[in-house]
């Protein structure tokens, strides 16, 4: 009795206090602020490397090693009932632009010793309007290019530069853009001949925007 009274009283304190929910924060549950992916790569005399979360890193940086293939998948969304699905595909060295795949699926080559040179990334699904996914790529001679967004190109055309990292981060709508990693703003860049500089820019300026509904491209494009 003795005991209840002192459990009882407690309570009463700690409610008094506004902290009347300590005792439910083990139970309640994760708030994630803006969605999760997971994503991989096969880099360059090292194979598939393991699995990276949000804004990770997945590649090497120092060593020259170009990214060969990569999978990508949504894993988590802070409102458990959105569908949203990835789709993404990427430009290949002697190859060009390979077709879309989905879900962790593998786009690029395996075993052909075949560098990536662009990637774009898409967001699938019904609920796919309400979140916005970035990436961000190194590359040869360049370095950390800026962030694309929805199907934006990131990368290089025209050069034969490989790509040596990413990062990608899937957030919601309301959310602010990613901080910035590197020095540089465009995320992607195309030869142009007669250009010593190229072509670098945002949509409608050297770069390369997939609709993924249509298939069509839009943007100065890139050649297979």
Do not use: C
Not at 35 to 44: H, L
Not at 45 to 65: F, I, P, R, Y
Not at 98 to 106: L, M, N, Y
Not at 154 to 167: F, K, N, P, Q
């Amino acid at each position: 009795m003795k005991r209840l009274q002192k459990t009882i009283g407690l309570v009463s304190v700690l409610m008094a206090l506004g902290l009347g929910n300590v005792a439910l924060a083990a139970d309640a549950p994760v708030v994630i602020k803006s969605g999760n992916v997971e994503y991989r790569t096969q880099v360059q005399n090292e194979g598939w490397q393991t699995w990276m979360g949000e804004d990770e890193q997945s590649g090497t940086s120092g060593k020259g090693l170009r990214l060969e293939a990569i999978e990508i998948k949504v894993t988590g969304l802070p409102d458990k009932t959105d569908q949203v699905g990835i789709t993404y595909r990427t430009h290949v060295q002697n190859i060009g632009w390979q077709d879309r795949v989905v879900d962790g699926q593998t786009s690029g080559t395996v075993g052909l010793g075949l560098r990536l040179e662009a990637i774009q990334i898409a967001l699938t699904g019904e609920d796919a309007d309400k979140y916005d996914v970035y990436y961000q790529v190194h590359a040869q001679n360049i370095g950390t290019m800026g962030w694309a967004k929805n199907g934006e190109a990131a990368g290089t055309a025209g050069y034969g530069y490989r790509l040596e990292a990413i990062r990608i981060q899937l957030k919601q709508k309301s959310e602010a853009a990613p901080v910035n990693y590197g020095s540089q703003t465009n995320p992607f860049k195309e030869y142009v001949p007669g250009s010593e500089s190229g072509s670098t820019g945002n949509t409608g300026n050297g770069n390369y925007v997939w609709d993924i509904t249509g298939g069509a491209d839009y943007g100065t494009g890139i050649s297979n």
